[in-house]
């Protein structure tokens, strides 16, 4: 029956913030990060995915582990603006380029905030809830 249906792939899942059993449903009301001017509005999430049901907020602070992956993005960003800063303009001790690059990658760092605060609850899920391909018939993930 659904054995013709293709499984999204895991990092396109990831890219474009679906929910981590079916890889389908959408985990954010709004897809587009930034067309949610009002910051308070990037945590609009549907109570259970539309799709397979799943529930995103597990449990009660729930959320609270994602500081950890957020941080962890947040130094995978500086060290991907390092690099490439090495690569593009480069890094001198007779200047300081270094400083242009601190005060860029801050602004970055800021800019990218909302998207970076979705992606970590993105991954973070992704820890407790796995791809289920029988997610129709198959009850969703629950921490008790
Ligand atoms: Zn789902």
């Known amino acids: 029956m659904s054995n013709?249906?293709?499984?999204?792939s895991y990092f396109w899942s990831i890219l474009t913030m679906k929910c981590p059993?079916?890889?389908?449903?959408?985990?954010?009301?709004?897809?587009?990060?930034?067309?949610?001017?009002?910051?308070?509005?990037?945590?609009?999430?549907p109570v259970t995915c539309k799709v397979c049901k799943q529930k995103f907020d597990l449990e009660d602070g729930f959320w609270f582990g994602t500081g950890y992956v957020s941080y962890a993005l947040a130094v995978a960003v500086s060290v991907a603006?390092?690099?490439?800063?090495?690569?593009?303009?480069?890094?001198?001790?007779?200047?300081?380029?270094?400083?242009?690059?601190?005060g860029s990658n801050t602004v970055i760092l800021i800019i990218s905030q909302p998207w970076l605060m979705r992606m970590s609850r993105v991954l973070y899920i992704r820890f407790f809830v796995g791809y289920d391909k029988n997610y129709e018939k198959t009850k969703p993930v629950e921490l008790n």
């Open 4 to 8: 013709k249906k293709t499984n999204p």
């Open 21 to 45: 059993r079916c890889r389908r449903g959408t985990m954010f009301n709004d897809a587009n990060t930034f067309k949610t001017l009002k910051l308070s509005h990037i945590f609009n999430m």
């Open 81 to 102: 603006t390092f690099i490439a800063w090495i690569v593009l303009i480069g890094i001198s001790t007779e200047d300081n380029r270094i400083f242009w690059w601190l």
